[in-house]
């Protein structure tokens, strides 16, 4: 269903310094929105990844627009629900949302401005601790994700995880 080869073509080009960090996280969100047939797409990295309280957009991918944006912050501070269940699980499954207890604290500043009705957000590790997250989200109508979606996100953060610890260390990584 989903095709990986896609997303290693564009690690090994970071990884062997092909593409900066920048231009890399554009492509994965792009390929992400596309694989994963949502309208959105992004990166988002913790600023200490230890509390896990704070996120930054890297990158985010529109597909209705196809143009990319970066810098926004959420916090624990705003979005407590949302953060606890990220470092508990580093899973969110939302098909509907605006209606999920984990979620719905994003309606009235978020899911409303911009039409957002799903959302599948999957945490990404490096070198076995908390880095950042994908989130794939839909405008259009309600994602019913399935284990495949999930799956997919998941497989994709591991070999994500592998290329930035590559790419941080310079050397190698076994798996």
């Known amino acids: 269903m989903f095709d990986k080869n896609r997303v290693l073509a564009a690690a090994k080009r970071f990884m062997d310094g092909g593409t900066d960090a920048a231009a890399f996280h554009q492509e994965l969100t792009r390929i992400l929105a596309e ?3 949502c309208t959105r797409a992004s990166l988002w990295i913790y600023a200490d990844p230890l509390s896990r309280d704070r996120i930054e957009c890297a990158s985010l991918y ?3 627009d196809a ?3 970066s810098g926004a912050t959420l916090s624990d501070t705003d979005f407590a ?3 606890e269940a990220m470092r508990t699980d580093n899973l969110i499954v939302a098909g509907d949302a605006r209606a999920h207890p984990v979620t719905a604290c994003f309606n009235e500043v978020y899911f409303d401005p911009l039409g ?3 959302l599948l957000d999957v945490g990404i590790n490096v070198g076995g601790e908390p880095w ?7 405008t259009t109508d309600i994602l019913d994700w399935s284990e495949s979606h999930v799956d997919y996100l998941r497989q994709v953060g591991s070999l994500i995880g592998y290329a930035l610890r ?3 260390t310079g050397t190698p990584v076994t798996a």
Request: hydrophobic fraction near 35%; charge should be negative; aromatic fraction near 16%.
């Open 132 to 138: 950042g997250l994908f989130c794939c989200e839909n």
């Open 166 to 168: 590559k790419a941080q």
């Open 62 to 64: 529109d597909r209705t």
């Open 116 to 118: 957002i009705v799903s």
């Open 67 to 69: 143009a990319w944006s």
């Open 35 to 37: 694989e994963m047939g």
């Open 81 to 83: 629900p949302y953060f």
